[in-house]
């Protein structure tokens, strides 16, 4: 909701004034400092948005601030040019109304049109949220890093390293959609407060590492002819891509990795392929590389990575995870979850394999609901809410 500043008001006023916390307008504001404020600057409020209201025989502004729950001083300042003594029945004003969770819709076949339709829709609500694009996929489309929170401890979760494993993008755009709200309604979520999580911790959430391959999945072929002949070869002439894992070359974007990369290499396929074939060399591929690269310059302290299914959650690798908080954390996980927590695995050359052993700190490779991917967007509902527990308790352990 954007406002116009009168003189003499702040950011603390208007967090008083309308109930929202002081820093979220303040990190949705990031240009206006207090030396800068001056009459009227618009300003960003995030959470809430105007509903037009007709007005009524025998309406006030005091009656309608009242019949609200509102401030009397909130209507006079969504309504700058209104003049309250001077209202007639049928003229229009503004409400300043807390945005309804959820603001966007989530359980659907998500490829990056709705990726990037319901990033655009979160931003300009919760203008808090801060996107950067790290790095651009084979085909050359974005791959966007949402930021949320001021905290010095750094976590990282991201999805669909894999393309047919969508639904995780999904299920991690609705958990950044409930913790915005959260935030802005100054909410409790499991026990711990929003506000709490905001002020010490950092989130840096990927929703979608592989934006080709989740297009190639749901879209079907791409429009290049290029790129056309090369995935119907590849899937041996057929147009159903519901097996698709790997990025738009038939590269496994998850068995990328110098981590024992060697050791998968040779008991994966030899050559390009709709799944597993890890590439001729670790970090061969864009998508890859930036993911490297972001866990580098930001140096996250742990790091999940939504992938399906099985209902399984992996923590381990070679021995080289830190004890005891890498155990402490995946039985949290498995306590808010359900899922089993599961130490070794025989794999390597995954994201968490890695980050584990460059960086010996905690990493988690989470394995959404069960049956065969794609999984059913019926799943969707039950699958989320077996994952925000795991996906808040990243936060707060």
């Known amino acids: 909701m954007e406002i116009v500043m009168r003189n003499g008001d702040s950011f603390w006023y208007y967090s008083r004034l309308l109930s929202i916390p002081y820093v979220l307008i303040k990190d949705s504001n990031p240009n206006v400092t207090a ?12 959470g809430m948005f105007l509903e037009k209201y007709k007005i009524k025989n025998g309406d006030t502004f005091f009656s309608i601030a009242d019949k609200f729950d509102i401030p009397l001083d909130a209507l006079y300042l969504v309504n700058p040019t209104v003049k309250p003594k001077e209202i007639f029945t049928k003229d229009i004003i503004n409400i300043p109304r807390m945005l309804p969770y959820p603001s966007i819709k989530c ?29 651009k996929s084979v085909l050359g489309q974005p791959i966007d890093m949402l930021i949320i929170g001021n905290g010095k401890k750094k976590v990282h979760i991201n999805g669909s390293f894999h393309g047919n494993e969508w639904i995780t993008s999904g299920v991690l755009m609705k958990f950044i959609n409930e913790y915005a709200a959260a935030l802005t309604s100054d909410k409790v979520l499991n026990g711990h407060k929003a506000s709490d999580l905001y002020r010490n911790t950092t989130l840096y959430a990927v929703p979608m590492v592989d ?51 060697e050791l ?39 790091v999940v990575a ?61 394995e959404l609901g069960i049956g065969v991917n794609p999984l059913p967007l019926r799943q969707f509902d039950t699958i989320y809410e077996d994952t925000r527990g795991i996906l808040l308790a990243a936060l707060y352990m």
């Open 107 to 135: 359980q659907r076949k998500y490829n990056t049109a709705a990726l990037n339709l319901d990033m655009d829709k979160l931003i300009n609500v919760y203008p808090f949220i801060k996107k950067q694009e790290i790095g």
């Open 35 to 46: 030396a800068s404020m001056i009459a009227g600057e618009s300003i960003e409020i995030p």
């Open 264 to 302: 998968e290499q040779v008991r994966k396929p030899t050559s390009p392929a709709p799944r597993d074939y890890p590439g001729n060399a670790p970090l061969s591929e864009p998508e890859a590389i930036v993911m490297a690269e972001i866990t580098e310059k930001h140096q996250f302290d742990r």
């Open 306 to 366: 939504l992938h399906t299914q099985g209902k399984e959650l992996y923590w381990g690798f070679e021995g080289e995870e830190p004890m005891p908080i890498s155990g402490e954390i995946a039985a949290e996980f498995e306590r808010v979850s359900g899922y089993k927590a599961i130490r070794y695995v025989d794999s390597y050359a995954g994201y968490k394999d890695w980050f584990i052993q460059e960086y010996r700190k905690p990493g988690f490779t989470i």
């Open 211 to 261: 934006p080709d391959g989740v297009d190639l999945v749901l879209n079907g072929l791409p429009e290049n002819p290029e790129w056309r002949e090369l995935v119907l070869k590849l899937n041996k002439g057929s147009k159903d891509f519901s097996a698709w894992k790997a990025n738009i070359r038939g590269v496994d974007l998850n068995n990328q990795f110098p981590a024992r990369w």
